[in-house]
């Protein structure tokens, strides 16, 4: 049932049946979403809600609608104080602490989006679980994160030492032996090489120093990392670029951001090897895009600080993405779907990314198919060297 003198679609548990078929009505389908949704009105009243808000919010719809947002669940701070001008602009947060007048609290992505041309209007969208894996990991370590980086730094560091020294017995070994007689020698040294390559990869995300960093020129670093990779990991593949082109200045590490592109852009080189593209058989297509999210942010800390970072940087590729069993594992060490692969790569990204104070998110689009690695990096202040 449309609503009066606005035509937007009611959604609830009396929604009519098409008069003209069995049909499901637009409103029937909303209110079957097992995402919690609130429609709300110009003035803070519930017009509507589905089944999964009355679940989550163990209220009736009957005790919601005609009733202020606050009566249903108290909406965060961050959402009330945004800045002016921003009330019919979309609004985004994730992992937020949420609380309802009957002091039940849990954390959820928060997301508000404005009615097209009905000013005032819009859905509020409350998301709960998963949201570690759709948004990255949290922005601080806990303490037993932090115990377990020192401890495999620590691990690395006196496993290398007597590394060198079997790779030297060996090479002396070598040295004495007839060249026939030299294959296990040389068996030993290059196995005592990729275990050190690999160690020397551990100890990439064991650092835990703080990064330097700068205001920088988005698109200055597209282009270096860009060219880059055409001459690399990427050459074989077709690189498309979308972006937006009056983002601010970014506030990030030029190189480690670099060489997080360089890894995402071979991650997806290597996901698309090999797979045609449409009736020609052609390569598959990696694509850059930019983009500026208004009212993107997320915790940095149990007291409820919170971080804007409203700088989105896509590396979208048409492959067939990664295995249902490891899609929510992606950033975890020693998770790979390729069999040479370390399952180091994306765990590398994870940790310079936190480092440069943004997170990284995995998603997968099934129409049309395509994987997304979305990064959300905080921007300059105005003045900021």
Known sequence: MALPGSGLIRFGRRAPAAARDDAPQPGELLFALPEAMLLVDPDDLVVSVNAAAENLLNLSSAAMVGRKVDDAF?????????PAGRESSGFAAY????ETPRVQRFRADFIVVPIVDRPGWRMMLIHVGAAAHRMGHRLERSGGTMTAIAAAAMLAHEIKNPLSGIRGAAQLLESTLPEAERTLTRLIRSEVDRVTQLIDRMEDFTDTRPVERRPENIYSILEHARELACQGVARDVELRESYDP????????RDALIQVLLNLIKNAAEAIEGQPRGPGGGRGVITLTTAYRHGVSVSVSEGGRRLSLPIELCVIDDGPGAPPEIADHLFDPFVSS???GRGLGLTLVDKLVRDMGGIVQHERLSDPGRTVFRLLLPRAKVGER
């Open 74 to 82: 108290i909406v965060p701070t961050e959402y009330r104080d945004r």
């Open 95 to 98: 992992d937020l602490a949420i």
């Open 246 to 253: 009056s983002l601010p200045p970014v506030l990030v590490n």
């Open 338 to 340: 390729k069999r040479s």
